[in-house]
């Protein structure tokens, strides 16, 4: 039963697979292959290694590892500082006012065009890419939590008036698991844009990457390789999405239940 | 050991300010139990949150234990009416009760044996590992309660505690209140704008006026204890004290210019 | 009292708090905090600024980038509205093709700008196809969920009075899905112009506010005529936000009224 409700749900996928290969084999562009062409190019590249290293490539092993890391330390970044600053702005109307039209300004900048600038800065290499995802995703965060700070249920304030709770215990206890769901939401929207902005950043100034193979693809016109890696790309964006929902699911298992039942 | 002398407070300024309290006086003394009933909107709210120290009053004072009530006391709790918005549903309800203590410089071991003792006290032995959510409306508030019985206060107030639940939870929990009562030396301010709630679970029935409210009576309940819902509810004191409440609650409603 | 009233305008606070961070940003640099070489003066950034809205050469990039904005934004109106509709009103057709939509909507759109450059010997039009690519689920996404929100009471209603489905969905689908759409509009709209940057900075070459950018790096002032045409493209972008803001509150009072209660 169970295999047959999948089947009702997947069944188109296998089609436009077909599909596709019928029509690329017809047309014969070289500009799109067929998706047994990609899919071989793609075992090339980073699938064809010994199998005590997973048969994972040099290629794969130098370059996933390393767009991976460079997309994690900057969106651990911004969440830290995203966090920190939004909450401090959620939580003092007055510093929110003189600082919101910077920040409504920072966050309309397309943060590509930040990218002349920062490598002009930091020069070709990992602290410009992290500078360019950081700051380029920082702003759903910083947006996401003052909001969720600024709107901490008002009994909730005064029953940790009412016993006495200090400005940490306030702070830790209450102000940021109330805010926690908008954080989230935040999160997830920054964590799809810092992929965007790995693969730009890794476009423009990098010798290394998921985002520099792809150039390296393009520019010696291997174009199975250039489908393969944006593949590559698609399926690290959703395994980073679903492990993403997987956390939030657990860590915020009490806001799905409190509002099941109310 | 509360004393609340010529109490006002005004919200907002100008011709749309709304009266809330005109000048309210009360004396509680250590260990009563203590019922203020008003017409809806009257300003018990208004009371309650000046004495919490959750609100500035205009004028007047609140003293507690001989000291001007300007921030919330130290040995103050509150239950609110609406528990699903005073626990918190990111705490299972063991940590709801214990996190006010974390200031009482408890260890986590004392903590959690206070927790569990109060949460006895109150009919939920065991429910310490539960999320607020997964309770019923009246457990909830038994929690809210625990919690306050926990954090062992001199004064807990409680603010229309059972406004939101049904009539059979609801006489349960007066029930709970007042065997609770019986076991600490606390003294209790009960609002509420049910009158046979007030008389039955009173020591003393302080009726308000509506805004701007005033006292406008203090009846004294001599009930035989221990009381119970049926028998107490039949005592033709019991009777003839509601229908005193009434009239007052009533008759300002009617006339406001008549009492006082 | 008057100290009061004065941090209540969200006005002048803001101005101060702008007016503060040029102070320090200008107050770095003559003091040699940040040296005047490794970044610019905010004053001399200012000034940049100000000339480059007067720049022909300039204001040709600022033009082609919108152009391509514009016409990549209404192309992808006139696709996901329609296929939002259709995915929207025929359920069977929406849960075939979710897998095969759940599968391209994670691929980061900016990584297809290497392959549109090898497909499209036309910069405006590999601008265009990104634009549309990347822009388009927002406004789908939203339409999709701008049907699911539309009250079955008034569909009956005129059902009820014998209109065919077509009025239906004409005089009451449309209509209550519009303040959706035009969210996911608003929210294409930031996304377009990101990808139009992104695809001249790629691609180089032809025209654009990328473009711009990235040959100023060869100038000698080169980090002025960076940051200066940045400030412009945040500005670009404010200005749109707040237009599709305003646009959305005057067509869609009634429906911000209507939430609005029902919280």
Known sequence: ?262 | MLEISNLTHVYGSGPGAHHALGGVDLKVAQGELVCIVGPSGCGKSTLLRSIAGLLHPTGGTVTLGGKPVERTPDDLAVVFQDYSRSLFPWMSVGDNVALPLRRKGMDRPRRREAATEALEQVGLAGAEGKYPWQLSGGMQQRVSIARALAYRPALMLMDEPFGSVDAQTREDLEDLTLRVRSHHDMTILLITHDIDESVYVGDRVVVLSKAPATVVGDLRVDLPGPRDQITTRENPEFVHLRAEVGRLVRGMRDDPGAAS | MTGRSLFDNRLLCGAIGVAGLFCLAELAGRTGLIDPIVFPLASSVVGRAVGLAADVDFLADVASTLGAWAVGLLLTVLIAVPVGFLLGTLPWVETSLRPVLEFLRPIPSVALIPLALLLFSDRFDMKVAVIVYAAWWPVLINTMYGLKDVDPLAKETLRSFGFGPMAVLWRVSLPSTAPFIATGVRLAAAIALILAISAELLAGGSSGIGTFILEAGSSPDALEYTVAATIWAGAIGVISNSLFTLAERRLFHWHLARTEGAR
Not at chain 1, 40 to 60: C, I, K, N, V
Not at chain 1, 128 to 134: A, D, L, N, P
């Open chain 1, 1 to 262: 039963m169970r295999f047959l409700r999948a089947l009702g749900r997947l069944w188109l996928v296998p089609v436009v697979l077909v599909a596709w290969e019928v029509a690329t084999r017809a047309a014969e562009d070289v500009f799109f292959p067929p998706p047994t062409t990609i899919v071989a190019r793609m075992h090339e590249m980073w699938f064809s290694g010994p199998a005590e290293r997973l048969w994972l490539t040099d290629a794969a092993l130098e370059n996933i590892p390393t767009s991976v890391g460079r997309l994690f330390v900057g969106w651990l970044l911004a969440s830290v500082i995203g966090i920190v600053l939004g909450v401090m702005l959620g939580r003092s109307a007055l510093l929110s006012r003189f600082i919101d039209p910077l920040i409504q300004f920072g966050r309309a900048i397309p943060p590509p065009a930040l990218l002349p600038l920062f490598l002009a800065l930091f020069s070709i290499g990992a602290q410009m890419q992290i500078v360019t995802i950081t700051s380029g995703i920082i702003w759903p965060i910083l947006l996401n939590a003052g909001d969720g700070a600024r709107h901490v249920d008002r009994q909730h304030l005064e029953t940790s008036t009412v016993f006495g709770l200090s400005r940490s215990q306030r702070l830790f206890w209450v102000i940021l698991p109330s805010a926690m769901p908008k954080i989230f939401a935040g999160l997830r929207l920054s964590l799809s844009l810092a992929l965007i902005l790995m693969v730009i950043s890794e476009l423009v100034g990098s010798v290394n990457g998921i985002g520099f193979q792809l150039l390296d693809a393009q520019r010696s016109y291997d174009l199975p390789g250039v489908w393969g890696t944006i593949v590559v790309l698609g399926v690290l964006g959703y395994l980073l999405n679903s492990a993403f929902l997987v956390a939030e699911r657990r860590v915020l298992s009490w806001h799905r239940g409190a509002n099941r039942t109310t």
